[in-house]
């Protein structure tokens, strides 16, 4: 059964900071999805990593994936409150079912 | 395009009542998925469909009946509400002929129901 695990699941950060969302999955795959979440609404699409060692990078935002370690992290640059929000990873099993298995959440604050 | 609508956004439902859920895509997306979300917990999925008139199940199906007779819609059924059907619900929906950063799911507003 494939389990997603990220950490940690609250992250209380000050503004201009810097830190990483790591997420964690259980059994092979090479496809891995971040979305994030603002309070009340819906998913909002942010990387897609198709491939081991792929990064993406939006604004502050940058997001990996290492498929032997089975871990994905999202880095934050220099925070900021907008910033603040749930975010997800989700995985994909091997083979491109395109049924994703998200991970808990990690809910960020940004603090001024 | 408005991509996916879904409705109502919010229902009260008393134990054993039923309802159903509507959700439609524009996109012309020919995957789509029904999750629910517990308070502070990730999406976990229900239902899927990979085209007009095939469904199957996912991790939490019980409770819950879908069918999808056109691309553009895929309503959700809930029979005999119970109090653990209280969630947010959210449908997805994604085009798996193509390639790259459009393989992402496309996730409609939500809809907030609690069962009393």
């Known amino acids: 059964e494939l389990k997603v695990e990220q950490n940690p699941l609250f992250l209380s950060m000050q503004e201009g900071k810097n830190y990483t969302i790591y997420c964690n999955y259980s059994?092979?795959?090479?496809?891995l999805y971040w979305y994030r979440q603002d309070p009340g609404k819906s998913l909002e699409s942010l990387f897609v990593l198709l491939s081991n060692g792929a990064v993406k990078q939006e604004g502050r935002l940058m997001a990996s994936l290492d498929t032997k370690a089975r871990l994905s992290t999202l880095h934050i640059t220099a925070a900021v409150h907008d910033l603040s929000a749930t975010y997800f990873c989700?995985?994909?099993?091997?083979?491109?079912?395109?049924?994703?298995?998200f991970g808990t959440g990690t809910l960020l604050a940004v603090q001024p | 395009n408005a991509g996916v609508t879904q409705t109502p956004k919010f229902r009260i439902l008393k134990i054993g009542q039923s309802m159903t859920l509507q959700c439609t895509q524009d996109?012309?997306?020919?995957?789509m998925y029904w999750y629910r979300q517990d308070p502070g917990m990730g999406l976990k999925l229900i239902y899927y469909s990979v085209g007009a008139g095939i469904t199957d199940k996912g991790e939490v199906p019980n409770g819950y009946n879908v069918s999808r007779s056109t691309t553009e819609d895929f309503p959700l059924r809930l029979e005999l509400a119970a109090p653990s059907q209280t969630s947010v619900y959210f449908c997805?929906?994604?085009?798996?002929?193509?390639?790259?950063?459009?393989?992402?799911?496309?996730f409609g507003p939500g809809t907030r129901l609690l069962v009393l």
């Open positions: 059994t092979t795959s090479d496809r």
């Open positions: 989700a995985v994909d099993r091997r083979g491109a079912t395109n049924k994703l298995i």
């Open positions: 997805a929906s994604t085009d798996t002929r193509l390639a790259g950063v459009q393989e992402t799911q496309y």
């Open positions: 996109m012309n997306h020919n995957y």
